[in-house]
């Protein structure tokens, strides 16, 4: 089984800062690509921020220059550090992962976490 669980969210005021964090684990073999996602309330799920295991790094429009993304060296950790929070940014926010779990064959699967509430007052 693999298991992503994210951390970090909170209500804070706007222009405040929060740090997300996933942990994934588990029957792990290798994590390529890591990101995070949100879902505003009565929207669609929007990508954030992704990041390769080489740590090139993909932002959305709404959030470059005020997130950043990273991973651990283990690059089984990864965080999302957010300044400068709007109202707008009040969502449930998701990790995903996109790894190889332990199986006689060569699989490659996405996980999701089950997310974490992020609130920004105005």
């Known amino acids: 089984q693999v298991q992503v669980v994210e951390s970090g969210g909170g209500l804070v005021q706007a222009g405040g800062s929060l740090r997300l964090s996933c942990a994934a684990s588990?029957?792990?073999?290798?994590?390529?690509?890591m990101g995070w996602y949100r879902q505003p309330p009565g929207k669609q799920r929007e990508l954030v921020a992704e990041?390769?295991?080489?740590?090139?790094?993909n932002y959305g429009d709404s959030v470059s220059g005020r997130f950043t993304i990273s991973r651990d060296n283990a690059k089984t950790t990864m965080y999302l550090q957010m300044n400068s929070l709007k109202p707008e940014d009040t969502a449930v926010y998701y990790c995903?992962?996109?790894?190889?779990?332990?199986?006689?064959?060569?699989?490659?699967?996405?996980?999701w976490g089950q997310g974490t509430q992020v609130t920004v007052s105005s």
């Open positions: 990041i390769t295991s080489g740590g090139s790094t």
């Open positions: 588990g029957s792990i073999v290798s994590i390529n690509a």
């Open positions: 995903k992962i996109r790894a190889r779990r332990v199986s006689p064959f060569i699989i490659w699967d996405d996980y």
